[in-house]
């Protein structure tokens, strides 16, 4: 569920390396 919460920021204010784990992950998990 950390995935989610983290989705929750504005991706502004989420650093390039989050955005890429959270593509990656959702990549993944689809």
């Avoid at 569920?1 to 502004?12: L, V």
């Amino acid at each position: 569920r950390r995935g989610e919460k983290r989705a929750d920021k504005p991706i502004h204010e989420t650093s390039p390396e989050e955005v890429t784990a959270l593509i990656t992950g959702a990549k993944e998990a689809a």
